[in-house]
């Protein structure tokens, strides 16, 4: 059975355009799913010569829109390119993910980190807030004050610092990340990859 460490930024759009898709491969080939809400801004990017999205030049930031437009023609994902809210704060929305995944299991953690990232760059609402990302968590079928209380914990910031030194050292450098067998599948235009080495 393929397995897959997944690799994700809860402010990015690239991960949200790629998430159903991703879901569906999964299905399709029976493969397993770990989610991990690394810490792009604070620690990989410093390490790995990434820049934060205010921080590029004029080029990149407006080479990225035009991308945006197109990625949302080619795959029919629903997109707001500017979103009310974006960039919103990860880390609570990443402990309450990392919380899930390590106390519930690796499936209801990949949907709660795909209902936050449809609700930043769909629904114009905000995960940084708490009463947000309490009702986002009740919409994926979870107790949304427990799982708030229980990501309040430290932790599950600890273990988010943990796994981002750790996707340092495995090679990881940009959301999406996909890894199977030690190979990175970077962003969701590499998902055709995937596919192939899932085995169709």
Not at 82 to 90: D, L, R, T, Y
């Amino acid at each position: 059975m393929a397995h897959i460490d997944y690799y994700v930024s809860l402010n990015s759009p690239w991960t949200h355009l790629g998430a159903a898709r991703l879901e569906r491969m999964v299905a399709d080939h029976n493969a397993t799913l770990r989610i991990y809400p690394v810490d792009f801004g604070g620690v990989i990017f410093p390490a790995s010569g990434g820049l934060p999205l205010p921080k590029r030049s004029p080029q990149r930031q407006a080479y990225r829109m035009m991308e945006l437009r197109r990625w949302r023609q080619a795959t029919g994902e629903p997109i707001r390119l500017e979103p009310k809210f974006f960039p919103v704060g990860e880390m609570q929305a990443a402990c309450a993910v990392i919380a899930v995944r390590q106390t519930i299991g690796d499936a209801p953690s990949v949907a709660l980190a795909h209902r936050v990232l449809k609700a930043l760059w769909q629904e114009e609402k905000n995960p940084g807030d708490e009463a947000d990302l309490s009702a986002l968590i009740d919409d994926v079928g979870l107790d949304g004050a427990g799982v708030m209380a229980l990501a309040a914990e430290p932790r599950w910031a600890e273990r988010r610092a943990a796994d981002s030194q750790e996707a340092l050292a495995r090679g990881v450098f940009g959301a999406p990340s996909y890894v199977i067998d030690g190979e990175i599948f970077w962003g969701q235009d590499r998902l055709e990859f995937v596919q192939k080495k899932l085995g169709g």
